[in-house]
């Protein structure tokens, strides 16, 4: 056979094949389009991809300038870290666009099919935490009750239904409430036993959670609260004692952390059908803080951004016209500024939560609940 035949014959052989893996790529990707799994979030800065910057003029919780979103975006998106978020690796693991914060502007019907982020820096489950200057839990409701009338009004109700009853629901709130007492005064705290103020705090939560249940939701993800009391906004706070955790906080967050999975028992045992991932943030964040080189950080107790001790002060950014320390490598730290972590850390949480052991996110991790029909 002459060696151009031996080419063509080779060539043909070669198309044929470019051909099957094309038609099996498009019924992948079909098939991923047609299984495609919403994710709809609510909480607070850990997870506001931008909302807080739409509708405060406050900057005591923006992000949405320099050195914010240095890292990945280059720019400020308004997320409170130099990079992505928790969220948006999660996003990631899932096949997902980035989910869009809900206030942003140029949202359309078509974006809302793959989710909303309805987060908002500085949130609570409580209505007096932060009071005018935040969007708190229920209000995030009413704002997803929209977004579902919308859907519905686009799409019809069945094929909205479809979407609601196959998405994840994303929740991280209620370390701004355990701690706002702390800071101001607060006269649901200080008329209550902790115990009831905690009770308070997780019955707010579960109460959203029932309603997004009853509007089709099945699928949803918890973290516990986070070792804030050992973050430098918080440990700097005892001037005698400059780098302790914060003992007043630490107790709160206790009883919290100790009571929300019972709570979500409650609900998987009253709710048909309610399924849950719960990761424990407290222990995945103290770990990092106190053993920062097992985690590929430098230093786990100073912000990288922000200035004072262990730049506890949030002035990153310069702001309330303050001046501001950067650090060098972002990548050494756990945390960016006095209270908020660097995407580095944001992404091996998100590992955590995507696809940690049941010791660590259980009963079902977030992998497992994007695949749950």
């Known amino acids: 056979m002459e ?57 005591a919780f923006q992000s949405n300038f320099f050195p914010y979103g240095q890292t990945t975006f280059k720019f400020p998106t308004g997320r409170v870290s130099d990079g992505r978020l928790i969220t948006d690796f999660i996003a990631e693991n899932a096949w997902l666009p980035l989910i869009p914060p809900n206030l942003q502007p140029s949202n359309s019907n078509n974006q809302f099919t793959y ?13 007096e935490t932060f009071p005018g200057m935040v969007i708190d839990l229920g209000t995030q409701l009413n704002s997803f009750k929209n977004v579902v009338r919308s859907l519905k009004s686009a799409l019809g109700d069945a094929e909205a239904k479809t979407i609601f009853s196959r998405a994840v629901y994303l929740f991280y709130i209620g370390g701004n409430d355990l701690v706002y007492p702390l800071v101001a005064n607060s006269s649901l705290f200080q008329s209550n036993t902790k115990e009831k103020f905690v009770d308070f705090v997780i019955g707010n939560t579960t109460s959203v959670v029932e ?80 053993n920062p080189s097992k985690y590929g950080f430098k230093e786990g107790k100073m912000g990288c951004c922000g200035s004072g001790p262990l730049r506890g002060i949030n002035t990153c950014g310069n702001q309330m016209g303050k001046s501001y320390e950067l650090c060098e490598n972002v990548t050494d730290y ?34 497992a609940l994007f695949e749950l029909n």
């Not at 091996?348 to 660590?360: F, T």
């Open 211 to 290: 309603e997004v249940y009853k509007i089709g939701g099945r699928k949803f993800g918890f973290l516990n609260t986070g070792a804030y009391e050992c973050a430098p906004v918080i440990s700097i706070l005892d001037t005698t004692n400059i780098g302790s955790c914060s003992k007043p906080v630490a107790e709160l967050i206790y009883l919290y952390n100790k009571k929300f999975p019972d709570a979500l028992r409650r609900l998987q045992h009253e709710l048909s059908g309610f399924r849950y991932a719960l990761h424990d943030y407290h222990t995945s964040l103290l770990e990092r803080i106190n």
């Open 115 to 127: 989710g909303a982020n309805f987060a908002f820096g500085g949130a609570g489950a409580l209505v």
């Open 334 to 367: 756990l945390f960016f500024d006095a209270s908020h972590l660097t995407e580095k850390a944001h992404r091996q949480i998100a590992e955590l939560i995507w696809s940690g052991p049941p010791n660590v996110t259980g009963p079902y991790n977030l992998q």
């Open 3 to 59: 060696s151009s035949q031996l080419f063509f014959i080779i060539m043909f052989l070669y198309t044929i094949v470019l051909s099957i893996s094309s038609i099996n790529c498009t019924e992948k990707n079909n098939n991923h389009v047609t299984n495609q799994v919403a994710l709809f979030v609510f909480g607070d800065s850990l997870f506001d991809a931008g909302n807080y910057k739409y509708i405060n003029n406050n900057t």
